[in-house]
């Protein structure tokens, strides 16, 4: 089976990936020496379509599997639920030898890699991403968290899995808007750090689109590539991390004012891009053309581009919350033409609205 490491010494984890592989997660978890008890954390649509098949491959290798499952949907990544997860594995009698099971796209990965993180301050976790957006981006490098009504993911911790096993066949059944999402990602890894990325999902986009296994594997591989080298340079996010968030500072603004449900994460993200690109722009880092490619390529992948209605000071007060505000200043990600990215910093957050087309 195909497989990359994320190298971080004792905390090092491998990706596997494959065309049909979701049965070898039974005797990828032993390979890893996990324990025997393991919370399988799921939501109902996803849990309906593979929690049997990873139940049987995990009891096969010897797991006792107790299925957990949380409701489904970003307006649930939220303090409540997490709290259900803890009451579950207490009632089960989870131990230090037990370890979680995320089985899931990004709500399932983030909020049980959080519970992970810190029942019983931290037992181990596997993600078993089932989106693209989580098999390109949020089952590798170890953020997890919830939601806080103020912002996106303002509360979480660096908590790596000790292994995640990517299985393309499970994006059949992932609906339309979602897959979107995933190469929504996929397209920032290329804006920001991989021109030849960026080029190849404007000449394979009809592939992608029509959920080509091999084009996918090619973009997910890469993806996850690029993620792991920036992880490894940067667990913690103190400097080069902040590039991963690049399209987030004016998305996270758009999920968090919408009330986590109107737009999808990815969706969002490709508003922040775009907002992103124009402020580049204006910047002087990167030229119109490379803007319009940008608007381009994410429409012609049937994202959305256009910012919601909602006032200067509503923007702003979002924008404040975000993580990479540091003493009255926000880390701002630029775009540097495509393929390269600058970290800046914006104190005045009105010049980011006026690039974005919002006046006061
Ligand atoms: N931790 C990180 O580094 C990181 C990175 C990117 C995004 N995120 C977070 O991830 C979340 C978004 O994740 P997402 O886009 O995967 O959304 P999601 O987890 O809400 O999944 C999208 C929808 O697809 C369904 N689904 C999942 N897999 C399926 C499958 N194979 N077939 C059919 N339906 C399926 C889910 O039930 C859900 O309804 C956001 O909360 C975002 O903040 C985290
Ligand atoms: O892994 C990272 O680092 C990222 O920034 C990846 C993002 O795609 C992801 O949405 C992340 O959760 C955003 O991070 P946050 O710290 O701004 O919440
Ligand atoms: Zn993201």
Redesign the pocket.
Known sequence: MDRLDVGLGERSYPLYFGNGNLGTIGACCKERGLGMNVAMIT?P??GS??ADGVRDSMQQAGFTVNLVEIP???EY?NSVTLNAIYDRCVALGLDRGAFILAL???????IAGFAAATYLRGIPFVQVP??L??QV??SV?G??GINHPQG??LIGAFYQPRLVLIDVT??A???ER?FL??LA?IVKYGIVLDRELFEYIESHGDKLLARNSDSLLHVIRRSCAIKAAVVENDERETGLRAVLNYGHTVGHAVETLTGYGRY???EAVAIGMVQAARFSERSGLSRHDETERIVALLTRLGLPVDLPQFGADEYTEALWHDKKVREGGLNFVYNRGIGEFHIGRVTDISTLLTACGIEA
């Open positions: 939501n649509t996803v379509l593979y489904d949907g970003e990544k899931g796209g990004g709500v399932v990965g983030d089932t989106t957006l989580a981006d949020s490098g953020k997890t996106k993911n499970v994006l059944t992932l609906p979602e999402c995933g990602e999808k994460h990815g």
